[in-house]
């Protein structure tokens, strides 16, 4: 995490930034290596282009960032204390109060917390620092690709355990059950989003909920999931026909592969991004299901299950090594069923390589 730190701290030297207040629990994780969720309480990093770092979060939490490895200075308080009075003093004792101009998370920091941190200085200007974060966090370093092949494992295998739950009259709960009672057999503590288990004309809403429709032959069934696994994410999405499958039904899986394909075939370094959504969307618009295809064709992946960059056709920036990325396609029609096919991918020197495995064949489960 050192390096991070450093990276980040002469970015703030160049931006000509006094003092950065990192308050987002993904960012926090990134810099520090901790991962946690105070709730309503507190959480904040205060980064300098000079002097070194400084944490700030409830006591209960401390000795875990210490075992996280953080060697850096700590505000550790309790619930009744105010953080921000022992933010300010620690501050003046290490004479960093002087400051001309501060980077916030703008999309995260709340007004409230604003007014706080803003009320520690005099007349100070503000600068949007989470871009320059997005921009570290999109390239991803050996160890973390690493993770993320482990939790895009995971994934896969909880796509195996949904399809082995599948039988005639079960519920989409009782096999959302199985998943992730297997999944926390396998260390899995939380999953990256609520998981989908959708069946039939259910599988035709982009985002169904789960609830107590049971399977019945013919059935589309649409899994999509992703676990969280040491701080990172992964998310999958297969499509299932249960014991049989109609030529409509068949027509929308195979347009639907061959758009993910078609997207995967050019996703390489300096590649637009833009031209992965628009390679889908027109082979998805050409065969005549362009209405049913409502959303972009992926998201950046990583500590957060959706995070820089969307891979929406309107992106002009460009594909590079290291990146992580999901593809995503579909085809939605309540009246036949729906089709998305989902995998996690990292852009290497080469070009693409797939770090969730399930076959993208159509399978008929019986």
Do not use: C
Not at 305 to 325: F, I
Request: net charge negative; glycine share 10%.
């Amino acid at each position: 995490m050192k390096h991070r730190l450093k990276e980040f701290s002469n970015e703030l030297k160049e931006s000509g930034v006094d003092v950065a207040f990192i308050n987002s629990t993904e960012n926090f994780f990134y810099l520090t290596g901790f991962h946690t969720d105070p709730h309503e309480r507190l959480l904040g990093l205060l980064v300098f282009p000079e002097a070194d770092p400084i944490a700030v979060l409830p006591n209960m939490e401390k000795g875990q960032l210490r075992e996280a490895g953080w060697t850096h200075d700590v505000i550790g308080y309790a619930d009744h204390e105010n953080p921000w009075q022992l933010i300010k003093e620690r501050m003046e004792e290490k004479e960093l109060l002087s400051v001309q101009k501060a980077g916030i998370e703008k999309q995260v920091l709340s007004y409230g917390r604003s007014e706080s941190f803003f009320g520690l200085f005099q007349d100070i200007e503000i600068e949007d620092i989470e871009s320059r974060l997005n921009e570290m966090r999109v390239i991803k370093d050996d160890h973390e690709i690493s993770i993320m092949k482990e939790a895009a494992e995971l994934a896969d295998f909880g796509v195996r355990v949904g399809t082995e739950a599948l039988r005639e009259g079960v519920t989409e709960m009782e096999v959302l059950a199985s998943i992730e009672y297997e999944l926390k057999k396998k260390g899995v503590a939380e999953m990256s989003f609520s998981t989908m288990v959708l069946f039939g004309e259910k599988s035709g809403q982009p985002h169904g909920n789960p609830g107590d429709r049971r399977l019945k032959e013919g059935d589309f069934v649409l899994f999509d999931l992703g676990v969280v696994w040491k701080g990172y994410t992964s998310d999958i999405t297969r499509t299932f026909a249960f014991r049989t499958v109609n030529e409509q039904q068949r027509e929308i899986y195979e347009i639907v592969r061959e758009a993910l394909e078609a997207s995967l075939a050019i996703s390489k370094p300096g590649t637009r991004i833009g031209d992965l959504d628009q390679t889908a969307r027109d082979i998805i618009t050409e065969a005549g299901y362009g209405d049913k295809f409502p959303h972009r064709i992926g998201h950046g992946l990583g500590i957060n299950v959706h995070e820089y960059p969307s891979m929406s056709h309107l992106n002009d920036g460009v594909l590079k090594k290291g990146m992580t990325y999901t593809i995503e396609p579909g085809i939605y029609d309540p009246s036949i069923g729906g089709v998305r096919l989902e995998d996690d991918v990292l852009i290497t020197e080469e070009g693409a390589i797939t770090l969730t495995k399930t076959p993208k064949e159509l399978q008929i489960i019986e």
